[in-house]
């Protein structure tokens, strides 16, 4: 019965460790038959790419070539007639140029996907290729040694075992002539004797045989268990790694490089339909009108006047009304006389309307003006220049798109341009949780509205609602059309250098070193725009836009290489410089006590609703906040965070005050609205 017990003990852990080691063996074959997938995985993609570029550029090429037959189609027509000042010529010879711009942009593409995209990418199949065979032989050498050395534990496990079942039967016989010899005390035999120190000797001779066996069991134990954990914690790893060094960064840089050339051929593209875009806006009737007639003055000039030609010698000039004539004139001038009654009815009907109206507009003149002088009494300067924000161009002749930021803060006054203010708000109190911002792209046509609105002095997000993705597309336009960047040039490599610094605290403190030596207007802009950017990364979990993301975003716009630069190898250490930034910002930034000037905080307060007694009406108040903007003095006036719709209401003193609506409405799912705090 006892031997049957261990029997079926030893088969059970037989089982165990056969079973064991059968499930590790399947599971490396399944480990090789994954990395064989994950190879084919990326030669397809890889592939694929390139057959993408190939065909975008094949496409951008055929685009290209249409767009430049199209414009010398027209081209050739309009040589063949003479120059025209019109305006509306000017529209069809800046289409014209615009589309060959366009044409060349595409050309440039095409080239770039055709030539200079692809070989980066056959370069990395290739080595891919290599790599993942080399790593494939090597999991292959790690696995044989694995199962090598299970090999030998279940060898080792096997003896160990064997040794102790003869131990522990030696042991038994050894027991059982002991009770013989305890029965036979008194008639004991030398024989007895001699078995009882056979089998003893027996039993030591197996324990020590068991012993040798337990440890090199264990020993092997210790060095499979050593050799699995090391496999599949470190030497899996290091091969997944091995086998994909460099398809990344590969496929990274030849995605940039493709991102880049997109972005220029946007940013000609926007160019030249600005162009057009001014062109259109200078139509002018009246003035190819004018310049018609002068052109053709001798056509449209009047004629000489037909002058009176008396037949031989007459010298009568005037009508005459003498003798038989005057009867004739007089029953002509009846007849006229009686038309004349006819129509003056009719015309003086006609001269009633029109007097009656222009007595009403004299009323309405007279409230008008009446009216404008009490509300301008009673709104404070900063309302009066919110309404009146096209009045900011009289000061100042300086571009707002496309010109030089410091140049109009210091003709403006304004330490935060109104773009950015504007855009930061209104994306502030409506698009935190709005999934993609500043990613997809908005309208185009809402884009160039609100860039000219801004362009005029005009604060267009107070009064309308726009797509947010046409608010941080117009943002992004502002930083990336400025005749200088945020960043200037000359600290580029530097910052670049500082971004390779491991230590986040010393890296921090090495960039607030270079920025800090900026103008103080730039630091201004600079500390309110990051601030905003962080305060969106918090929403990422909602709004998808990661600091990285931000960055991506961002960075192209804030910072450039000198012009000997390469852009694509520049742009990761851009986006990685920006992203810590954007992080970092509190750390990087100096405060507004080191700094003075406008700084941008998350959160306004709003009001709650309030219910009356028992039996009254409820009645509702909120606080409703407006954006803040920024006057040249820095401050920031009180009375103008109201809300409610246009209209006059009655204080306690008995004077009347205005309300004006300003600006879209928080979001009921969050109360945060950017504005300045100036101390």
Known sequence: MTSHVKLRKEKTGMVDYDTQIKEVRCQLVDQLKVLDLQLEQKSQQLQDLTDYLRRRGEIESEYARSLEKLSERFTSRIKRKEPSSHSVSQVWLALLSQTRQESKGHSAMSEHCSNFLLQPLTHCLEYTQRLA????????????????????????????????????????????????????KQSASKKLERLIEKRQGKVQEIDLKCTKARNDYLLNLAAANASVNKYYLQDI????????????????????????????????????LQQVQETVSGLDQSHDRDTLLQDHYNTFCMPLRFPYQPHDGDQVCIVSAEGEVRCELEIRFKQIQTRLKAVTPETEEKVK???????????LQVKHDLLKVALEKGITPMTRLRKNLSCAN????????????????????????????SCVCYINLNGLHHEGIFR????????????????????????????????????????????????????????????????????????????SSYLHPVIVVMRYLFAFLHHVSQYSDENMMQPYNLAVCFGPSLLRGAHDDDAVTLQPQINALVKSIIVQHESIFPSQSEVQGPVYEKSLETGTSAVNGAGSSA??????????????SGSVDASRLTGGPVGFSVASSGKPTLQIPVGPQCRSR?????YLRRE
């Open 440 to 515: 997809v792209p908005g309208s185009q046509a809402e884009v160039n509205h609100l860039r000219d609105a801004f362009e005029r002095g005009e604060d267009p997000l107070a009064d309308r609602r726009y797509e947010l993705d046409s608010v941080a597309g117009v943002l992004k336009l502002y930083f990336r059309g400025l005749e200088n960047p945020l960043f200037p040039i000359d600290s580029t490599g530097l910052l670049l250098e500082h971004i390779q610094i491991k230590n986040a605290e010393e890296r921090a403190a090495q960039l607030k070193l270079v920025i």
């Open 353 to 363: 309307e029109h007097l009656q109206l222009g007595s009403l507009e004299s009323k």
């Open 619 to 632: 009645a509702s108040t909120q606080k409703k906040t407006e954006r803040p903007r920024a006057n040249s």
């Open 237 to 272: 790893s290091t091969l997944i790694d091995c086998a994909d060094v460099g398809y990344h960064l590969t496929v990274g840089r030849v995605m940039q490089a493709y991102l880049s050339g997109r972005g220029r051929t946007q940013e000609n593209l926007t160019t030249g």
């Open 670 to 674: 969050g109360h945060s609205a950017g």
């Open 394 to 421: 009289l000061i100042h002749n300086h571009k707002l798109f496309g010109g030089d930021m410091l140049s109009f803060i210091q003709a403006s006054g304004q330490q935060i341009p109104i773009v950015v203010e």
């Open 133 to 184: 065979k080399k790593s494939k032989d090597i999991c292959t050498q790690l696995q044989d040694g694995l199962l090598k050395v299970t090999t030998e534990l279940q060898t080792a496990w096997r003896t160990y075992f064997q040794y102790h079942s003869d131990y522990i039967c030696a042991e038994g016989k050894l027991k059982e002539a002991e009770k013989q010899e305890e029965k036979q």
